[in-house]
């Protein structure tokens, strides 16, 4: 799967594009082209080897014999680099000790199907073609497509929607067909993370493990991948949720991802607000100051969750902790009153009544939401009275309101130590099962001095709920299990039931490791930094949470975005929490808290950003981190 949004091209490994599943190009989610299959000499190439270059470029390698009496070598071989932009150079090598004849056809075909259809298995018939330039175009009543060729072909068959050429190849010679497909009117695709302003920093990772270095390369590539711009104003970027499903703007995970990825410059983080912010609604009523998102399925214990009320309360977070990493105070000043309208949301929302519920006004009181809006209302005083605007203080007091009620009401005890409630009914019930939402309760989030918000646990609890997420029920060996597997309603491929969720599992590992709690966060991290290996460091946002065995491998979801926005932030967040970066940029430090353990050997993170300014950390085999590269001025805290 190949992508640069709007562009997208999903392939088999054989390289062929046949029009069945989702094969095919695609732009803004319409199928420009189905299928793609050349015969070289009358035959098909055979597949030999098929590989990323790219997170928008992939190539495949097949051999041709075009004699049945010159042996058992090849002797024509032929490469397909093919783009997400919409382009693919056909290459054929000659290894032949004479000149070869070699007549090439290029069948072509599309339905331009929406994705929808396509991934319903509705897509439609194949269009009838019409000459065109060079090369062919279909038209129908949802638009047209068109793809021309250089060189222009010998022959071109509407009817069969037939590309030809005749080549003559000296020995150990070489020729090339390049194709380009688009609709009509249409340029090629650019990556927005392509371009020379791209919000990502081209951070570095070296170390003990060279699998370090392949991750981070590999989430950076992904991510600038899914950047789009706002149509409306495109200075503003931020990120798809991911391909092939959900290529457009999901408000909570957007923001999710952004918030992880601060340590790649705060650039994406304001385009990302601005974006929402626009969004924000306004006006009377219980919306008011709520950034809308679509419900989401919660598993089988609870019902949908509204990513709005998630989104609102990131907002805020994302705000509060982009300032500590040096967003500049006009873009903090800028963006100040939407997070004040998202804080009152918050506050109106609850009213007299100490939780949050979700979906409002009557939905249960989830684990995980009140983990958001603790946070949301200790770092959204903290943003407010760094800004000398009011409401700090009324924040604090609910904050802790909440906090002494939490610890009251939400624990469940058991001959094991005990456990939190995944959430309360709206009778009072407690939902009991143990799923990986509640690591949210770990993400405290970064306040002032480097120093992490309080959470909603207290020591005793939060060492029993560490130990838990690192128990065999939870930790699969290849990362964190949406629900425990002694869970009623455990499934392995349950995408809120049993399966790993990239994004949680890094949320999990960072919240163990700020706590203490290094054996646990150790665990998770290599268990997924192995699925990132056997998933060619391109990490999906879920994979089945299979136990893992010796020789066994980490079990693809066939619903799961690859690349997906969230988990290339986690990929990100993974190996930046090895080192602890905690940094106070309108104080001028950066405080160090390093896993001292050192579960990867030493590490050596170069190109990140503080304050707009590059800074590199190295963690030696003890634990041990040090500044190599900082602002002037920035000073190492304590």
Request: glycine share 12%; net charge neutral.
């Amino acid at each position: 799967m190949c992508v640069a949004l709007p562009g997208l091209v999903i392939s088999t490994e054989q390289g062929q594009l046949t029009g069945r599943g989702l094969e095919g190009f695609y732009r803004a989610g319409r199928r420009v082209l189905s299928r793609c299959q050349v015969r070289v000499a009358g035959r098909e190439p055979v597949a030999v080897q098929s590989r990323m270059t790219t997170a928008d470029s992939a190539r495949f390698l097949g051999t041709v014999r075009t004699s049945a009496h010159t042996g058992p070598d090849p002797d024509v071989v032929v490469e397909r680099v093919r783009h997400a932009d919409g382009t693919e150079r056909i290459t054929l090598y000659s290894a032949a000790p004479r000149p070869l004849r070699l007549p090439v056809e290029v069948a072509l075909g599309t339905d331009l199907a929406d994705l929808g259809a396509v991934a319903s298995g509705a897509p439609g018939p194949e269009l009838p073609a019409s000459v065109h330039d060079s090369g062919l175009r279909w038209s129908s009543p949802v638009g047209n497509s068109s793809i021309t060729a250089d060189p222009q072909p010998v022959d071109a068959l509407a009817s069969a929607g037939l590309l030809r050429w005749e080549f003559v190849l000296p020995p150990g010679g070489s020729t090339s067909v390049e194709l380009r497909v688009r609709p009509d009117g249409t340029g090629p695709v650019r990556a927005v993370g392509r371009a020379a302003t791209s919000p990502l920093a081209p951070a570095r990772a070296a170390g003990d493990d060279p699998r370090v270095r392949e991750l981070l390369r590999t989430s950076i590539e992904d991510l600038q991948a899914l950047l789009l711009r706002d149509p409306a104003h495109p200075t503003d970027t931020h990120l798809a949720a991911g391909a092939p499903w959900r290529c457009g703007l999901a408000p909570a995970e957007a923001l999710a991802a952004a918030r992880m990825l601060l340590p790649l410059g705060t650039r994406l983080a304001a385009g990302t607000l601005r974006t929402l912010a626009r969004t924000q609604l306004r006006g009377p009523g219980q919306q008011s100051g709520m950034i809308p998102g679509p419900r989401r399925d919660a598993g089988t214990h609870l019902p949908p969750s509204c990513t709005g009320t998630e989104a609102t309360l990131a907002f805020p977070v994302l705000l509060a902790e982009a300032r500590r990493w040096g967003l500049p105070d006009p873009d903090t000043e800028e963006l100040l009153p939407t997070a004040e309208r998202c804080l009152a949301w918050l506050r109106t929302t609850v009213g007299d009544a100490t939780y949050l519920r979700d979906p409002q006004p009557v939905g249960p009181v989830r684990c995980e939401t009140q983990a958001h809006a603790h946070r949301a209302a200790l770092l959204g005083a903290d943003l407010l009275d760094a800004c000398g605007r009011p409401g700090g203080a009324g924040l604090r007091q609910w904050a802790l309101e909440l906090r002494t009620a939490f610890r009251e009401e939400f624990w469940i005890d058991d001959l094991g130590g005990g456990r939190p409630a995944a959430a309360r009914a709206p009778d009072g019930r407690l939902v009991p099962h143990l799923g990986a939402a509640a690591v949210h309760l770990l993400d405290t989030g970064l306040l002032g001095g480097g120093e992490q918000a309080s959470g909603l646990l207290d020591r005793v609890r939060t060492e029993q709920l560490a130990r838990l997420l690192g128990g065999p029920a939870m930790d699969s060996g290849w990362g964190l299990r949406g629900l425990g597997t002694k869970e009623t309603g455990y499934n392995p491929f349950g995408h809120r039931g049993g399966a790993v969720r990239t994004h949680e599992t890094a949320v999990a590992v960072a919240g163990l490791a700020a706590a203490g709690y290094e054996k646990e966060a150790a665990s998770l991290l290599r268990g997924t930094l192995a699925a990132a290996e056997s998933f060619g460091h391109r990490l999906p946002e879920m994979y089945a949470g299979e136990q893992r065995t010796d020789g066994s491998a980490p079990v693809p979801h066939p619903a799961a975005c690859r690349p997906a926005a969230t988990a290339a932030a986690a990929g990100v967040l993974l190996l930046t929490t090895l080192a602890g970066i905690c940094p106070d940029a309108p104080a001028g430090t950066v405080t160090l808290r390093p896993v001292r353990s050192a579960p990867l050997g030493e590490i050596i993170l170069t190109g990140l950003r503080i304050a707009g300014a590059p800074f590199s950390v190295r963690v030696g085999r003890l634990g041990l981190a040090m500044v190599e590269e900082a602002a002037d001025g920035l000073q190492l805290g304590v």
